[in-house]
């Protein structure tokens, strides 16, 4: 009840004139007008589509004109044991009909433009420092006493910047004398191996349903079209997702020892969180008995897939990857790692908020998607959507530079967590925006069940989230530190004796 979708008896028609059409249903038996009768008195509502559109039902109540999805099942009067059943519906249908191929110029936008004189073209284009003197204080000071004073002062400032300048470049200037540990196997590798391989994979369906979305070839109309087509997407780039995990894995240990071990992690770790995600949810459901939750035989349909198809294409990428040259460092990694200098701020502290400039690129996208999803909305803005996608990308990329060049600056060579959680932080944002929507935007909500359905559907698309933009922040400064290391000639006998004394 009210979790699929069926065909009605009603029959439209465009431009063609009926009098008469005859709805026939199968009749009922004594268990459905049972249960037709249960759900009156539980204000079930049925909500209808014509053409992709819901059916909008119009009420007047103290002259003011409502408007509301769908209608009620039936009518219980109160203290009455009779029901009443709504059968006769009236339908107004509106039909815009394109006449004519006119276009109207509304405006030129040419209105209210600032012109700059050719006096004040000087001034904008600079600014300029005057120090003055009041003529009393000039007066009495004499001329050249005026300019000992001027050149002293000038003196110092200019001392003063120098000191300055100087000491910006020794800040700017730190990340080359963490030479010998940038590139230092991090805590926990395998785990960020799989997570940049789910990363790539997940990042990889994203980047190829919108695009199909986008050009046409999946309409939303077509019930079921996306989630099968992400389905289908995702199972089929298993391979990139073997083959950037195990070629990341070989990279950081230098030999390709436990591929195995990463190719099947990568294959069973976001789907196996998704799974355990959707058993509880499926426990709750069951125990409340609702017909949303997923039959068993879904799940057997699902973890067929997965298993016969996403499996072996991961361990194909797997063994692609062993074959792969790995990524060459452009310095050698030193013995000793070098000790890390105590921080004036914690740099939790600038990852966590490193995500605020990604999800400020997303959140009024995001709130059309909810909408759309929880409120039974067609999404078709999907170019629009590529566009964000696109931005996304691009912001998670520079804050995950910016923060892994500002924590090398300060000689912590540990950037390799930091980076992948400065991008994926948005996902922290996110989910808190679900919690917020949900206080919020769904107030009809009933039960615990249905709250349960919502946050952990939304906690899945956070933890996909964090991933991919993780992964995306990640790979950049990757390459960033790659490049800033192989580009410049470090002296590394004069960086050993300023960091542990003479030679």
């Given amino acids: 009840m009210g979790d699929q979708i069926l065909n009605s008896p009603y029959r439209f028609r465009m431009n063609i004139n009926e009098s008469v059409f005859l709805c026939t249903t199968n009749p009922l038996s004594e268990h459905e007008v049972k249960l037709l009768k249960q759900r009156t008195r539980d204000l079930y509502q049925v909500n209808m589509i014509l053409d992709d559109l819901p059916a909008m039902r119009f009420t007047q109540e103290n002259g003011i004109k409502i408007q509301w999805t769908g209608f009620p099942v039936g009518y219980t009067p109160p203290n009455s044991d009779e029901d009443y059943i ?37 001034k904008a284009s600079g600014y300029e420092m005057v120090l003055r003197l009041s003529p009393a204080v000039s007066n009495m ?22 000191k300055a300048q100087v000491q910006m470049n020794k800040q700017l200037s730190s990340w080359r004398l963490v030479v010998g540990d940038v590139f ?29 979305a986008a050009f046409g070839f999946m309409s939303p109309a077509s019930r079921g079209m996306l989630l099968t087509g992400m389905i289908i997407f995702y199972l089929f780039l298993g391979t990139i997702a073997g083959y950037a995990g195990v070629r990341l894995w070989i990279t950081i240990k230098g030999t390709s020892d436990g591929w195995r071990s990463v190719t099947w992690s990568v294959a069973c770790f976001f789907p196996g969180i998704c799974f355990v995600i959707l058993t509880l949810q499926n426990f709750v459901l069951w125990d409340s008995k609702s017909t949303v939750a997923i039959p068993i035989s879904l799940y057997f349909v699902l973890l067929s897939l997965w298993f016969c198809i996403s499996v072996p294409l991961t361990l194909v990428g ?54 759309s999803i929880w409120f039974g909305r067609f999404y078709y803005v ?15 990329a520079e804050v995950s530079v910016v923060l892994t060049y500002m924590h090398l600056c300060v000689e ?7 980076a992948f959680y400065a991008s994926g932080s948005i996902a922290l944002y996110v989910f808190l925006y679900s919690i917020n929507y949900l206080i919020f935007n769904l107030q009809g909500l009933n039960g615990c ?12 698309m956070a933890i996909a ?5 993780g992964t995306i922040g990640f790979l950049t400064s990757l390459y960033f530190v790659q490049y800033l290391y192989s580009s410049v000639e470090i002296d590394s006998k004069c960086i050993f004796a300023k960091s542990h004394g003479p030679v």
């Fill in 86 to 122: 709504i059968n006769h519906l009236k339908f107004r249908v509106l039909v815009n009909e394109y006449e004519g191929a006119g276009v109207l110029i509304i405006g030129t936008g040419e209105e209210h433009m600032g012109v700059i004189p050719e006096a004040d073209k000087k």
């Fill in 141 to 162: 000071i004499p001329k050249r006493r005026q300019n000992s004073i001027f050149r002293s002062d000038l003196t110092m400032y200019e001392e003063l910047d120098k």
């Fill in 465 to 469: 989230i964090m991933i991919s933009t």
């Fill in 318 to 371: 797997g063994f692609l990857g062993t074959q792969a040259e790995p990524i060459q460092y452009p310095r050698r990694t030193s013995k000793i790692p070098r000790e890390i200098p105590t921080c004036k701020y914690p740099s939790w502290l600038l990852v966590l908020g490193a995500g605020t400039l990604p999800f400020g690129t997303i959140f009024i996208e995001l709130l059309f998607i909810l909408c």
């Fill in 412 to 418: 912590d060579w540990q950037w390799w967590w930091k």
């Fill in 382 to 396: 999907f170019g629009f959507l590529l566009v964000v996608f696109l931005l996304l990308v691009i912001i998670c």
């Fill in 184 to 212: 230092r196997e991090p805590n926990h590798s395998k785990l960020l191996c799989v997570m940049i391989g789910d990363g790539v994979q997940i990042t990889g369906t994203a980047v190829v349903t919108i695009v199909f």
């Fill in 449 to 460: 069940a249905s709250a349960i359905l919502y946050l952990g559907y939304s906690l899945i």
